[in-house]
Nanobody, 123 residues
Framework: QVQLVESGGGLVQAGGSLTLPCEVA????????TGWFRQAPGKERTFVTA????????LYSDSVKGRFTISRDNDKNTVYLQMNNLKPEDTAVYYC????????????????WGQGTQVTVLE
């Protein structure tokens, strides 16, 4: 199993950038993958992006493609979500999650979750 801890959230102006690290502790062998999800107040948790631990496969939602980039640093056991050109609609709590069967866009497919970090984009 793995434990995940997100950080890096905060307030940012529209058009700005923010990077969220997700530290991953535990077993990351096999087909382990980390995903990022977000949840705005009163809304469902939605998929943002995901990456395999090897980095060989990534997946992005259409709403962030071209603006957000997921990457990993295996030496630091950290997955990063680089967010550029942020919009007010990106405001949400961002969660990283883990699963042992590759990338997936459904949050119900992930077994391990961090506590979340708030991102607020001001107009």
């Amino acid at each position: 199993q793995v434990q995940l801890v997100e950080s890096g959230g905060g307030l940012v102006q529209a058009g700005g950038s923010l990077t969220l690290p997700c530290e991953v502790a535990g077993r990351t062998s096999g087909n382990y993958a980390t995903g990022w999800f977000r949840q705005a107040p009163g809304k469902e948790r939605t998929f943002v992006t995901a990456i395999t631990w090897s980095g060989s496969k990534t997946l992005y939602s259409d709403s962030v493609k071209g603006r957000f980039t997921i990457s990993r640093d295996n030496d630091k056991n950290t997955v990063y979500l680089q967010m550029n050109n942020l919009k007010p609609e990106d405001t949400a709590v961002y969660y990283c999650a883990g699963r042992y069967a590759g990338v997936h866009f459904l949050y119900t497919e992930y077994s391990y979750w961090g506590q979340g970090t708030q991102v607020t984009v001001l107009e």
